[in-house]
């Protein structure tokens, strides 16, 4: 299997190293063969070719089955910079087709203390939200003159229909349970997304219970009682938006992966965290959002489920073991860097 | 002053009730006389006269110096009716100019409990948030066909300049703090807003410190250092969701209050949460934030600050002593009804 290697900006390239030291380790265990090539994206292309995506970048992550990436962006390319690392990263997604953004939240008991919400809130919570990823007002038309500024946010059927299906399939391997989020008392696309929601859910998975549930609220039931929730699917976003609230159950947003999937097999795998540049380059970056994203591609794109789950069994007894970084450890305790906690799982 | 009173939908009404007892309290305590006169909108308008702001409701709005209103809504007129009861709210705001929405999140000691949040994350929090309230993608021109559905969202720099003016204005009499949140990495009104933030802020405000975040970054800060905060602006849809996420904070969102306010002192005065249709009519719902609604309308719609700051205290000292109601109250402990409270207080 041929696997793009995009460490891109900040803690990227140190979190996108125990990746992929973690995936030549599992290809030692079992025997398998993974070729990894790795390009720049984001900030670092920029610097390097001007184009946060160059061609080739793009060329090897199509011929790719998968493609594992770190973080892009920082203050060197902030706005008003007219490139911008970011814009790498949505032309990506959209030039890959990856229209379904899975982002599991499942708290480690073992991390309870460090989230700020209480115990007896994140107890049994386990869900994933499914976030549309190449539509709505990110990839819309936009205007700018001195007077004002405009975006579009438009959905299609097609675009509705594609990840809700993902989303509905994804809920029949769980507890059957589905959570459609919109905002139908005040936009038209979200009551497109309501009415196409409601009839492919009715007509291809009448096994799944279907909920509606408005954004606002859903911000508030995040919180208040999250255990409620199985699979969420929502446009993009309000995606955004929720599953940065909801990492933080999870006690640090540096624990989450994230994988972006498409009509094959073919997907992007990214901790959902950032490029951090306030803590670059000192060895202190939490990598288990990397290696946690390293099992999905494992699951999702090479179709390797054991070694998936060996990889979730290894992060989940680090972590029990108290292998945690700076965000994560205890005051009193030593926080361990990137690499010891690589070299743990 | 002349009062206008819109109970509106479900437990609109429960609520209200307390909030027009206790102006009557303030009148006669203080010596006022408020004028109050009650008109339909909402759902319960739909069905009287087949609109949701019939325009005597408005008329009388325009005439009058607050008003104040319980909330709208209910199954009975969810999409896909066509004429729906937030129209009427929306409407309303649009036509009394009321851009500068004002939730303040200031939770009760005696309240940390009942919030999912952990107390050492609640203490000493105090934050405001300022949405502006007539303008994005709530007001943009929308479409729908077979094929697909489009929302528009346009931001002037006139509608810009005029809430970061309200917003400042206010942190100067708190602690000076500005936040601005956005999604500048994304989208062109989001672009637009922190250009003119940024030069209303250093040209009128240079004692105000300014920050900008995304809206996805703010979403997690909220919940994990929510102490950090003094005031927020935002964008309409943002300032919709973060508000509720951050009602969290206050154990319930039938704890926050608002302000709705334009360029002169008019403003519409109604508690944060829904018409909650399944409990309406059971005399249980919580009536602080129609109470500390008051307050508000008390202080910014008719200047009298000392009697908003009664109330206030009032509310205070009626939670400090236990008077909860069943979305608050231990369990164990007896809840109060929306009746009691009011006359707790
Ligand atoms: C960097 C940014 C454009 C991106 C997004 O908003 O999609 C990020 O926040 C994410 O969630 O992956
Ligand atoms: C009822 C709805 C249109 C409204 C809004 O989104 O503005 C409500 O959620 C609010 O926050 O006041």
Redo the contacts with the bound molecule.
Sequence with gaps: ALIAVLPGDGIGPEVVGQGTRLLRAVAERFGHSFEMAEVPMGGVAIDLTGSPLPAETLALCQRSDAVLLGA??GPKWDPPAKVRP?QG??ELRKALGLYANLRPVAPFPALYDASSLKPEVLRGVDLLVVRELTGGIYFGEKRRDEHQAFDACVYTVEEVVRVVRAAASLARTRRKRLTSVDKANVLETSRLWRAVTERVVREEFPDVELKHLLVDACAMHLIKRPVDFDVIVTENMFG?ILTDEAAMLSGSIGMLPSASLGADRRGLYEP?HGSAPDIAGRGVANPYGTLLSVAMLLRHSLGLEQEARQVEAAVAASIEAGALTADLAPSGTRPMGTQEIGTAV
């Design positions: 892009v962006g970011e990263l949505l955004d959902i």
